[in-house]
């Protein structure tokens, strides 16, 4: 087995800091957990990015514990007492993330599931130190699917919860890297840093305006690295791209996708990519998500869903799909489609 889903496994951690060339631009780059975090400011001073860059890297290293179901956190504890069916009090800032995501389930018809933590881990996509080596038994999928698993059974009073199914086994990665783009706006304007980037492997927030102007982005091609688009985001704009292609398990040869169908419990392949912009990251991160399920037979339906007015659907043939908002705001490059 091969695996690219081990952007979590190595609690690695490296900060790479540097001043840019002008005098108030400053980025930063670190690796958390594979994924690689990237912060670039404006209009800001060498000391207030440094320090605001210090804060960021201790709250993430974190939460990348407290919100991993399968690190030593607040997340495992939480799934130790949903299988036990305990009670259970939540901090603050997880439990509205889960009730984030019961609400996301029931918005997308169970295309968006945090539940399926047990089903993960039979596809191997939380890279077992052992890794699988075949495809999990369809009986056993089937025996976690049919208790129902997901946030949305999860009784909530006040942050204590009462646990649902017991073969719920939490995964936020659906909409984790959302929070964490809220998480380090908050702490970037504590800082007095209000124009910056910030980008977790791709996916990205924008704070105020990039040298008074408009930040660009590309959209990268699902089948190699070049952008076949690009669109102009404004300030609190987050754009998040869900793609089959960029972490999966080989098995045999065959690669596995990391997002799940959660009614079947099976890698999603019928879509390439899923490309959404909106000014809640959370949304656009569980959206994008339930879209690249959902696929084109179900994208108007989760559009109106979840209110979207810039979604972008790449399916496996090529087909492409576009909110009529979407349509407006693109700029196909010469390698992209250019309908
Ligand atoms: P990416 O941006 O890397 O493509 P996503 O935001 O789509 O990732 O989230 C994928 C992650 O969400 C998986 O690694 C897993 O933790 C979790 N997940 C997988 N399938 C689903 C699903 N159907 N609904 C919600 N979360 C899912
Ligand atoms: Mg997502």
């Known amino acids: 087995m091969r695996s690219s889903a081990n952007w979590r496994k190595a609690l690695l951690l490296v900060a790479l800091l540097h001043a840019c060339s002008a005098v108030d631009e400053h980025s930063a780059n670190f690796v958390l957990f594979g994924t690689i975090v990237s912060i670039h400011a404006f209009d800001t001073t ?74 993960s881990a039979l596809w191997g996509f939380h890279a077992l130190p052992a890794g699988v ?117 080989e098995i045999d040869g065959t690669r596995y996708p990391h997002i799940l169908d959660p009614r079947t419990g099976q890698p999603v392949r019928h879509t390439a990519s899923v490309t959404v912009v909106h000014t809640d990251p959370v949304l656009a991160d569980a959206a994008a998500t339930a879209l690249l399920v959902g696929g084109g037979a179900d994208f108007d339906a989760l559009v109106d869903a979840f209110e979207l007015e810039f979604a972008l659907l790449i399916d496996a043939s090529g087909d492409t799909r576009l909110t009529p908002g979407m349509r407006q705001r693109l700029h196909w490059t010469a390698t992209g489609n250019s309908q």
Request: charged share 20%; net charge negative; proline share 5%.
């Open 46 to 119: 060498e000391p207030a990015f440094s320090d605001a860059m210090s804060t960021l890297e201790t709250r993430f290293s974190a939460l990348g514990v407290d919100w991993y179901p399968w690190a030593d956190g607040e997340l495992k504890r939480i799934n130790a007492a949903i299988a036990a069916a305990r009670p259970i009090d939540v901090s603050p800032p997880l439990a509205s993330l889960i009730k984030a995501a019961a609400r996301f389930e029931a918005l997308s018809g169970d295309r968006f599931n945090a539940g399926l933590g047990h089903v």
């Open 133 to 249: 080596t075949s495809v999990p038994d369809a009986d056993a999928i089937s025996a976690i699917l049919a208790t129902r698993p997901g946030a949305s059974d999860l009784g909530w009073q006040h942050l204590t919860m009462r646990p649902g199914a017991a073969s719920t086994l939490l995964d936020l990665g659906g909409i984790a890297k959302g929070a964490l783009l809220l998480e380090a706006r908050r702490l970037l304007l504590q800082h007095g840093i209000d124009n910056a980037i910030v980008n977790l492997g791709g996916d990205l927030l924008v704070i105020g305006q990039v040298h008074g102007r408009h930040a660009r982005i590309g959209i990268q091609s699902p089948h190699d690295d070049y952008p076949i688009a690009g669109l102009q985001i404004a300030s609190g704009e987050a754009v998040f791209t869900s793609g089959n292609y960029e972490r999966y398990v």
